[in-house]
């Protein structure tokens, strides 16, 4: 097998990482300001490169490839398979439902996420030949629309939006920051392709997520730095993305385009991943009942989530928070779990994660708060 390459080991995590989520960033820390958003963003981050290197120890106990199921059933048996796939089930549905609401940001509003649906939805089940070459376009579209829409929004920005602080406010956007941050379930592949070389995965891991985070905080200064607290409050109440809060402000008709083109980009590409993982999904936990082009497995991806979305005008941010909810007992808890008792089975791995049983108990209250938090909010 060739040997994969670190920097495009990166792409992938950047890749994962970059997407819709960043358009509710925002809106849901607008009324925290930039700095305490900043600061909440930092900790999200390194909070979740430790839990993908958990995610790494554990792996790296298999000798071959092996998927997150197997994984939590290795170390957590059972119980902990079944929570496990009850839970990624939940977060997949959930940033699906996000990302069909989403797409109100840039079509008709009563009939975007079925237009949007009828367009893409085809392509995923029915072309997956060409949902490769389609994505490497969309990326171009989402990299380019990224840089000039910072570019035409940089005369905007105002020095007092820049240092307003509120950090009362920051508690509720800690779930959806989670899920903006959830590269971690890559690791299998990324370890399969770099071929469990640990100082290149490691390496992989730092600078893709590094870059996913580089990019957040640019938009962070672009978005904050021009739009109000006031009108964040407001979209946040609407539950609507920041590019749909630029275009309603800016009189600017080439800003409104480019955000628009922004948020199809940043939606159709995490929309076209995240509907792919869950059809793999679904077609392997029901092997032999549905078939990978069959209308029964069209209705079994979307018909949940466009339910949601029919029935929830702010079904956006919603279905954001609880993908932060399912995201942090998926990818934060269930790493720290099954650390913990690849330990006490003193199972071999090639690599351990720095700390002991006090690091792991303080993260796991860190994300079980983040859970509580999404649900008292909720």
Known sequence: MKQGSTFGGALLIAGMTIGAGMLALPVITGAAGLIPSIAIMIVCWAASLFTGL??????????????FITMAQKTLGSAGKGIAWGAYLLLLYSLTGAYLAGSRAFTDFSFGPFIFLILLGSLVIFATKIIDYVNRLLMVGLLFSYVVMLFLGSPYIKKELLIYQNWGALWMATPIIVAAFGFQIIIPSLTTYLQRDVKRIKRALIMGSGAALFVYLLFQVSMLGSLSPESLREAYRQGIPATSVLSNLQNNSQITFVAQGFAFFAITTSFIGVSLSLKDFLTDGLKGKVHKKSIKLLFLIYGPPLIFV????????????????????????????????????????????????????ALFFIY??????GFIKG
Request: proline share 6%.
């Open 368 to 373: 079980a708060a983040v859970i509580f938090i």
């Open 310 to 361: 029919i029935f929830y005008p702010r079904a956006f941010l919603i279905a954001l928070d609880f993908a932060g909810r399912f995201g942090a007992l998926l990818l934060g808890i269930w790493p720290l779990l099954m650390v913990y008792k690849k330990r006490q089975m003193k199972l071999k791995s090639s690599y351990r994660v720095p700390g002991g049983t006090f690091t792991l108990i």
């Open 54 to 67: 958990l995610f790494l120890e554990v792996n790296l106990v298999f000798d071959r490839p092996v998927n």
